[in-house]
Nanobody
Framework: QVQLVESGGGLVQPGGSLRLSCAAS????????MGWYRQGSGKQRELVAF?????STNYADSVKGRFTISRDNAKVYLQMGSLKPEDTAVYYC?????????????????WGQGTQVTVSS
């Protein structure tokens, strides 16, 4: 069984910074895209940023220039800067992971449990 475990959320003042981390563990053959999503209160879950296995990145317009996604083996990070109250949300790690079972490769989409980020003075 594969797990994604997030850490790094918390309360920060507007203009501040936070770094989120997510570690994948379990029976992993390889990891394709990894990303971060967020869901504010009463809102739909939205893509924040993702990074491919080759290192290409994509960001939501609302976070471009403020957030940076990176990865290292089975870990993905989100460095958040110049935080705004509208960045307040539960942030979820996501990964497309390839596993092997009975000699056959399977690709699954996994989610972390979520970590709360609150931007408030």
């Amino acid at each position: 069984q594969v797990q994604l475990v997030e850490s790094g959320g918390g309360l920060v003042q507007p203009g501040g910074s936070l770094r989120l981390s997510c570690a994948a563990s379990g029976r992993i053959l390889s990891i394709k895209d990894m990303g971060w999503y967020r869901q504010g209160s009463g809102k739909q879950r939205e893509l924040v940023a993702f990074i491919t296995s080759g290192g290409s990145t994509n960001y939501a317009d609302s976070v471009k220039g403020r957030f940076t996604i990176s990865r290292d083996n089975a870990k993905v990070y989100l460095q958040m800067g110049s935080l705004k109250p509208e960045d307040t949300a539960v942030y979820y790690c996501n990964a497309k992971i390839v596993e092997v079972g009975g000699g056959i490769k399977y690709e699954y989409n996994y989610w972390g449990q979520g970590t709360q980020v609150t931007v408030s003075s």
